[in-house]
């Protein structure tokens, strides 16, 4: 990329002087000057909020708490009343009815084959 050395920035100069007349130089020099003032101020401003967003980000433990907020409740049953509720929860809540059955005793004769 080439960049503006002082040789470049006299000939713009001197191209600016035949083009705009002695008259009209002094206001173009304190419109670019305002121009320069404006961009570096609008400059400052991003900078500025972009570091205070990311220092929001980047540092949540500094946010302080309030020690009288209302405790976090766990979420509700998102099925609405009287609808089915899901089928992983009805199988958990159904009781057990019947005995486990009697395992086979050891001790007793096997019939003759």
């Not at 570091?51 to 209302?70: C, I, L, Y």
Request: zero cysteines; a negative charge.
């Amino acid at each position: 990329m080439p960049s503006l050395g002082p040789a470049e920035i006299l000939v713009v100069l001197v191209i600016a002087l035949l083009v705009f007349g002695p008259n009209k130089m002094p206001d173009i020099a304190k419109q670019v000057g305002k121009g320069f003032r404006e961009f570096r101020r609008v400059q400052q401003h991003l900078r500025s909020e972009l570091r205070d967003v990311v220092s929001e980000f980047d540092s949540p433990s500094t946010a302080t708490v309030d020690q009288h907020a209302v405790p976090m409740l766990p979420p509700k049953d998102p099925t609405p009343e009287g609808a089915a509720p899901a089928p992983e929860a009805a199988i958990e809540s159904v009781p057990e009815v019947a005995a486990p059955l009697p395992s086979p005793e050891p001790d007793a004769p096997s019939e003759p084959a």
